[in-house]
């Protein structure tokens, strides 16, 4: 079955913790995206990658990293200096970034202990 | 400025209702898509249709349908005859013209079909 996973499904940090969320897919796209989903809103980008070793920033970059070693894979790192990490966290693909279909997984929810 | 609202927070309906979500869109680009997407409970994001500036012609699958009107921006999505399995949270989203694929969506509509 082609598809993005996504992992964990839940995922707890500590203060001063960075944490790593994964995305891998094996739909074959070429490019991938994160986005930030918090209660009662829409979806924000913090990054996209359209060819390996390459991303750019989306409109909330700031407190994030992502690498793109992979094709299939587009990890994004929660660091200590994002202050406000807790919410939802959904990785998507898409054939190529020139207003192609972005397919999703189903998601991390990022919590504060 | 590019932006999408979804005026309707909530929507209620009974099973069998007709229920339509509505969709504004803002953006100065001759070239872009529009897309809706459901939000099951789950929480994943189900890619529902997508349409180009240039398409206004309106769309029909099964008992889902669009009306894309480019005079007033707008982009509606109705399901006729609800069921109670298309309770779900559903997202207008825009793709500006050169702009790497990038989404801008509005706030969603949470819709609830009571049997």
């Known amino acids: 079955d082609g598809g993005i996973t996504q992992s964990p499904k839940y995922l707890f940090r500590k203060e001063g913790q960075n944490v790593t969320l994964s995305c891998e897919q094996n739909?074959?796209?070429?490019?991938m995206y994160w986005y930030r989903q918090d209660p009662g809103q829409g979806l924000r980008l913090i990054y996209y990658?359209?060819?390996?070793?390459?991303?750019q920033k989306g409109d909330i970059a700031e407190g994030y990293s992502v690498s793109r070693e992979k094709k299939e894979s587009f990890p994004l790192t929660v660091t200590s200096a994002q202050k406000n990490p807790t919410a939802f966290y959904l990785c998507a693909s898409s054939i190529g970034v020139y207003q192609e279909t972005q397919y999703f997984g189903p998601g991390t929810r990022l919590l504060v202990l | 400025a590019q932006k999408v609202t979804q005026a309707q927070t909530e929507i209620s309906v009974v099973e069998k209702e007709d229920v339509t979500l509505d969709c504004v869109y803002e953006t100065r680009d001759t070239t872009y898509y529009l897309f809706w997407y459901k939000q099951p409970p789950s929480g994943e994001l189900v890619f529902l249709i997508r349409?180009?500036?240039?398409?206004?012609q309106n769309e029909i699958s099964g008992r889902y349908s669009w009306n894309f009107q480019k005079s007033t921006s707008s982009f509606n999505f109705t399901i006729t005859a609800s069921q109670v399995v298309d309770s779900a949270v559903y997202f207008c989203?825009?793709?500006?013209?050169?702009?790497?694929?990038?989404?801008?969506f509005g706030q969603g509509t949470e819709l609830s079909v009571k049997p």
């Open positions: 989203a825009l793709s500006p013209y050169n702009q790497g694929g990038k989404l801008i």
């Open positions: 739909l074959n796209h070429d490019a």
């Open positions: 349409r180009n500036s240039f398409d206004e």
């Open positions: 990658s359209q060819i390996v070793n390459d991303f």
